[in-house]
């Protein structure tokens, strides 16, 4: 249920954010912002500036992709705490997905983002989508000491 959550915000966070400062910007906006309708007056005023300001900072910017790349994560967290909140929002967010990505130009249908990293027997992935991934890795540890049957210490009196 979680993956589904964060998988589900992450596409609806592509896809408004790729509908930024393209024709079909006020749909995307709308249709927004009535999916935070079940959050609180606060919480909806909030959502709808920002819908607003980041979509101004796209339209005004000279690299609206980079921009883009931003606001991705911004989105995600919103609406991922917005489906856990209202989970009977989902199916209306996966339909807001489907009739934005219909509307987007055709540059922005392929700037959709998506990425499935898997680590299995005990492997380590480290993955990100538009951001970096640090690693520390602290000096090996010494092997634990092994102990031989019949190697047992002697006691000392």
Avoid: C, K, Y
Avoid at 23 to 45: E, N
């Amino acid at each position: 249920m979680i993956e589904e959550v964060a998988a589900l915000a992450m596409t609806g966070a592509t896809t408004v954010v790729a509908a930024m400062a393209t024709d079909g910007w006020s749909t995307a906006r709308a249709r927004m912002a009535g999916l935070f309708r079940r959050a609180d007056d606060v919480q909806r005023v909030a959502v709808e500036g920002q819908l607003d300001g980041h979509a101004a900072l796209v339209a005004d910017s000279d690299d609206a992709e980079a921009v883009r790349q931003d606001l991705v994560p911004v989105w995600r967290l919103q609406l991922a705490a917005l489906l856990r909140q209202h989970p009977d929002a989902a199916e209306e967010l996966q339909l807001l997905v489907r009739e934005i990505q219909e509307q987007l130009p055709s540059a922005q249908q392929v700037w959709q983002q998506r990425q499935t990293n898997i680590a299995r027997d005990h492997g380590q992935v480290f993955a990100s989508l538009g951001g970096n991934v640090i690693v520390h890795h602290g000096p090996a540890q010494p092997p634990a000491p092994s102990v031989v049957l019949g190697d047992e210490p002697e006691a000392s009196e």
